[in-house]
């Protein structure tokens, strides 16, 4: 037999194997390694991160703190003992001014309440709160008896209030002494008017 002549069979799987190898799907061996390498990746730059916060960050946080603690020595040192009291003293007369500040809401809703529902020819002469039970005691004076009872009508019926009583009334001369005490609701006191 010729060299060149191959059997027909040795050809034909030649053939075979190049087809299949051809045609048979393939398994990629790229994924697993770029998916390995790309995990790689964020575990060393969250590493460099938290190095870079640990090292870097922490010795600036560090020494801005001592610099700081530096100027309050400094300070703690030029101010004498007696300053330093009457700073606490003034800072507790701040923190006792800013809560009755706060509570201001009463003074200007009162007093915004009385002008408003005031008559020109009455005229109060005392006022007493008490917060516990939102009441008011005025005690005044009145031109006349009717200016009274237009007072008390006008106090009675002024949407901020709950009840009048009226405590004593008395004529003194030509005027009407007289005290009341008035019932405040609960929202005048939630809101400024």
């Not at 799907?25 to 697993?32: H, L, T, V």
């Not at 101010?79 to 007369?93: P, R």
Request: a negative charge; hydrophobic letters at 40%.
């Amino acid at each position: 037999m010729p060299e060149n002549i191959q059997p027909a069979n040795q050809g034909s799987t030649d053939a075979q194997r190049e087809a299949a190898e051809r045609f048979a799907p393939s398994i990629s061996s790229g994924m697993p390694w770029r998916l390995m390498i790309s995990t790689l990746f964020l575990l060393l730059f969250s590493f460099f991160i938290y190095a870079g916060l640990k090292f870097g960050y922490n010795s600036y946080v560090d020494s801005q703190l001592q610099v700081v603690d530096r100027g309050t020595e400094e300070l703690a040192a030029r101010v004498t003992e007696s300053e330093q009291e009457e700073l606490l003293i003034f800072y507790s007369q701040l923190v006792n001014l800013e809560r009755v500040l706060g509570e201001r809401r009463f003074s200007r809703n009162i007093f915004g309440f009385l002008e408003d529902n005031t008559l020109p020819l009455a005229y109060y002469r005392e006022a007493r709160y008490n917060r516990g039970d939102r009441a008011m005691s005025l005690a005044g004076f009145a031109a006349t008896i009717e200016t009274f009872a237009q007072q008390a009508a006008v106090l009675e019926n002024a949407p901020e209030v709950e009840r009048v009583s009226v405590d004593d009334v008395r004529l003194v001369g030509t005027t009407v002494d007289f005290t009341v005490t008035i019932e405040f609701k609960e929202e005048f006191f939630k809101e400024i008017q």
